[in-house]
Every structure is written in C-alpha cells, then in structure tokens.
C-alpha cells in the first residue's frame, strides 16, 4: 500500500533530528569520482535551480529503516524539480514524498553484493527511481538500468559505449578511467576548469588568426 506523503509523515518522526549517517568513502579514486560527477552536473546546470544532488548522503523513508539501520544511502543521486539548497539528509516525508530520480553507486570489494543485490531491489521496489547505474572506480566496471513498469531492465549502449540518461538528457560512459557525462551530440560535458582552458585556447587560436591576418588582437 502507498501512502500519501501527508500520511507518511504523520508516521515519521522529527525530520530536523535526522543527520546523514554515511560512511567514508573506500578510496581515493571513489572520493574522486564523487566529486566529479557532482562538480560537473551542477557546472553544466549552473543557470537551473529546480534539482537538488546528494553525495554520500543518507535517505530516509521508513520506520523501519530508521530501526534496523541496515543499510547505506546512495553515494550519487538526483532528484528533479525540487528546490535546490543544502540538506543534512534527504527526508522523503518532509520533500512531499519524492524519491531520486537517478542514482549512482560506486562499487567497491566491499559494497558491490549489496549494490548489485539489496540495493538495486530497494531502488526498483521502493524508490521506484527511474534510473539506477553502477560504476567500478577500480575496475571501470559500468553498467546501468532503467525502470520500465515494475522492473529494472539494462540499458543498451551506443557505440561508444555509452548509456543514455533519460532523466538527465546526457549519456554516461568512461573517459580517462573516470565516469563522465557526455552530451547528446557525444562531446564531453566539461568541468569549471575544462570550460574556461577551452575558452582560453579558443581565445589564442583567434589571436593567432587575426596575427596572420597582420591585426593585432591587442588593439
């Protein structure tokens, strides 16, 4: 039975004592690649205001999952037309019952049973998240899915191997040993610092052209 988010919160208790619960994450290259995916999203959304993008950061929803405490929130997940400002947890009862629209684990020896069991099961059955991919930091292990009625059903890779992200409208798929994302028309969605060395190099091949032309792009 589902219930209304109105309903849900008269079960839950107060949302402002609810701290993420998070552990470290295993490496350096998975503290890496959490950011990077973070950092990047929020550049190439940077004029939007209608998302919100949790890192390493505790979900809650039941009773029961606050009782049993068995198990982790996602390490990357996205939500959609909410209000984007900073939040100790994500509290599905004090966000009107929303859940992610797009969750990313980063495997580890440690984790990858429970990613690709306990949690794909939760993120199908119970968040009902419409997209869920997993990435090996390590390894590159990469692989994603998306939720078509009741289940989670692979998705198929372009040519260069990369899956496409209906929630995020950009593909996902390996660059230099990290996980990017990548526009429709298959560039890379740069970083802040990727973006501005871009514009710099523009700006010196056009100095360089106006120079052969015997302008100078000082005047």
């Known amino acids: 039975m589902h219930l209304t988010a109105k309903e849900l919160e008269a079960l839950m208790p107060d949302a402002t004592q609810l701290y993420s619960d998070e552990p470290e994450m295993e490496t350096s290259l998975h503290y890496a690649q959490l950011a990077l995916l973070v950092s990047c999203l929020e ?16 979900i809650y929803f039941s009773r029961q999952q606050l009782k049993n405490r068995d198990f982790r929130g996602p390490d990357f997940f996205l939500v959609k037309n909410t209000q984007n400002y900073p939040r100790r947890s994500w509290v599905v009862w004090e966000e009107d019952g929303r859940y992610p629209d797009v969750i990313i684990e980063l495997l580890s020896d440690e984790t990858k049973s429970t ?3 306990l949690k794909k099961d939760l993120y ?18 990469f692989a994603g899915f998306r ?11 372009n040519a260069q191997n990369q899956l496409w992200s209906e929630s995020l409208e950009l593909f996902l798929g390996v660059h230099n040993n990290q996980l990017r ?6 560039e890379l969605v740069p970083t802040a610092a990727e973006s501005a060395l871009l514009a710099q ?4 091949r056009l100095a360089k052209q106006l120079r052969s032309l015997g302008i100078d792009p000082e005047l």
């Open 115 to 117: 990613d690709k069991g």
């Open 181 to 186: 994302y990548f526009q429709p028309n298959g």
């Open 124 to 141: 199908q059955n119970r968040f009902r998240t419409a997209e869920y991919f997993w990435f090996s930091p390590s390894d590159l292990e």
């Open 201 to 204: 190099q523009r700006a010196e």
């Open 43 to 58: 550049w190439w959304w940077r004029d939007r205001e209608d998302f919100f993008i949790g890192a390493n950061l505790t």
């Open 147 to 157: 939720l078509v009625g009741e289940q989670y059903q692979e998705i198929e890779p």
